[in-house]
T-cell receptor, first 107, second 116 residues
């Protein structure tokens, strides 16, 4: 698994876009990039994942750098419910999670 | 139920006692994972089951930890002679796909273990 680096915390205002960065400079060719989030006192929840191309789903978008050494999770319009710890992983076959980014959303 | 179910939700035990934590995955999910999350930390991989076999046990921290899965369904994580450093939330996750890269993991809400 590639080592990932994320900011400890970020803040956003409600209804504004949020860009959460992740560095995974040691990523290998078979490693997928996954994003999960964890609300307080809950288990993690899947957000999105991809390999090389940018991905969109109903929750978010994933922008992957051309060299795959970094990626950005994009929440298009943050809501209060999006306040959580966001984990980025770059792995193959199993997930390992670092400490993630604590996202605070202000009303 | 529709999701991954874990029990007990909370367990307080004395140092040296054995504990068993149970996970009921989503029906039909062949892959099952156990993770440990210490307070304020990320998730630490423990073990992965595909069916009833465990091809990856690399995350089990010591021989006091063991896990089994039966009927390609329920899994039990056993911690023998518990130590205070075992205090954590133990999370179970399951997946329809044999490898997580081809699908998402569904997590339970965890079992919080406190060793006094």
């Amino acid at each position: 698994d590639a080592k990932t680096t994320q900011p400890n915390s970020m803040e956003s205002n409600e209804e504004e876009p949020v860009h959460l960065p992740c560095n995974h400079s040691t990523i290998s060719g078979t490693d997928y990039i996954h994003w999960y989030r964890q609300l307080p006192s809950q288990g993690p929840e899947y957000v999105i994942h991809g390999l090389t191309s940018n991905v969109n789903n109903r929750m978010a978008s994933l922008a992957i750098a051309e060299d795959r050494k970094s990626s950005t999770l994009i929440l298009h319009r943050a809501t209060l419910r999006d306040a959580a710890v966001y984990y980025c992983t770059a792995s193959y076959g199993k997930l390992t999670f670092g400490q993630g980014t604590i996202l605070t959303v202000h009303p | 139920g529709a999701g991954v179910s874990q029990s007990p939700s909370n367990k307080v035990t004395e140092k040296g006692k054995d504990v068993e934590l149970r996970c009921d995955p989503i029906s039909g999910h062949t892959a099952l994972y156990w993770y440990r999350q210490r307070l304020g930390q990320g998730l630490e991989f423990l073990i992965y089951f595909q069916g009833n076999s465990a091809p990856d046990k690399s995350g089990l921290p010591s021989d006091r930890f063991s896990a089994e899965r039966t009927g390609e369904s329920v899994s039990t994580l056993t911690i023998q002679r518990t130590q205070q450093e075992d205090s954590a939330v133990y999370l179970c996750a399951s997946s329809f796909r044999p490898r997580v890269d081809t699908g998402e993991l569904f997590f339970g809400e965890g079992s919080r273990l406190t060793v006094l």
